[in-house]
């Protein structure tokens, strides 16, 4: 099993930043896919950005040249730096773990940009 706990959400102006950091432990391989997601009330869960353990990056393009993610494996960590925030990145955002077959899931960290 693994266990995901997210950290840094809250309320920041429209052009301010944010800083998500997200702490696995359990059972984690050394390959695996770390990443952001985020759901805004009434819409879908989507991809924010994800990282792999070697470092491959994928973005979606909403957040592309504003966040930024990266990860230390050695304390099993992924951080995601946002930056620019406009008021449509308000959302739930929920940190993932993927590997083998299995899918991980933290619990959420509310994001809300507002003036």
């Known amino acids: 099993q693994v266990q995901l706990v997210e950290s840094g959400g809250g309320l920041v102006q429209p052009g301010g930043s944010l800083r998500l950091s997200c702490a696995a432990s359990?059972?984690?391989?050394?390959?695996?896919?770390m990443g952001w997601y985020r759901q805004a009330p009434g819409k879908q869960r989507e991809l924010v950005a994800r990282?792999?353990?070697?470092?491959?990056?994928t973005y979606a393009d909403s957040v592309k040249g504003r966040f930024t993610i990266s990860r230390d494996n050695a304390k099993n960590t992924v951080y995601l730096e946002m930056n620019s925030l406009k008021p449509e990145d308000t959302a739930v955002y929920y940190c993932?773990?993927?590997?083998?077959?299995?899918?991980?899931w933290g619990q959420g960290t509310q994001v809300t940009v507002s003036s």
């Open positions: 993932n773990l993927n590997q083998w077959r299995d899918a991980y």
């Open positions: 359990g059972s984690i391989f050394g390959i695996n896919v």
């Open positions: 990282i792999s353990s070697v470092g491959t990056t």
